[in-house]
């Protein structure tokens, strides 16, 4: 498979399908497992991804290359998610900014675990978090972006992000530290 390059993007541009077809064959199957990692079901990250690559194909001309098409792609990807999501009447809760406090990550930066707990363990406890903290989590840890990105995908200040990422850092703490001793009564 040919790796995609600036001129198959100017050749999708001009509505070339063999082009456009290369280019999902390549990005699709990641851009899928960035969806479901949001939707959990598969038939759904299928319809979140054929949506993100229309809505991609149709505003290519907004793609200026300061950032990879990948990375372009993945953030249309994770919005569609996330629409999809509030259209399911699973609204993204919100705090109220007013009771905020802003945190000093330089202190509160660590994502240490215990070495016995596996993969599946992290996934399981961040997809049991609250919502309000599990897109933030997820789009940090495992997404890679920074705050300012995260504000502007899920709309909320970047104090919001922080304070959401550092309270869903705890809440994720406690729930692996609940699984290596039980449950707690």
């Not at 969806?35 to 907004?62: G, S, Y």
């Not at 009447?89 to 900014?97: A, G, S, T």
């Not at 009771?99 to 240490?112: A, C, P, Q, R």
């Amino acid at each position: 498979m040919k790796v995609v390059t600036l001129d198959n993007i100017e050749l999708c541009k001009q509505n070339n399908r063999k082009a456009q077809l290369q280019v999902y064959q390549q990005y699709c199957d990641a851009m899928y497992h960035v969806a479901l990692r949001f939707v959990n079901h598969t038939a759904e990250a299928e319809d979140v991804v054929q949506e993100a690559f229309i809505k991609a194909f149709t505003k290519l001309h907004q793609f200026k290359g300061d950032v990879t098409f990948g990375a372009w792609l993945k953030r249309i990807v994770i919005n569609k998610s996330i629409d999809y999501l509030k259209s399911k009447k699973q609204r993204l809760v919100e705090l109220d900014e007013v009771h905020l406090k802003v945190i000093d990550t330089s202190t509160n930066d660590k994502w240490l675990v215990e070495d016995t707990t596996t993969l599946d363990q992290i996934k399981q406890a961040i997809n049991s978090l609250p919502e309000k903290y599990k897109y933030v989590v997820m789009l940090f840890l495992i997404e890679g972006y920074d705050h300012q990105e995260i504000s502007e995908i899920l709309n909320i200040t970047e104090v919001a992000s922080r304070t959401q990422l550092s309270r869903g850092k705890v809440k994720l703490q406690a729930l692996l530290k609940q699984n290596d001793y039980g449950e707690r009564y």
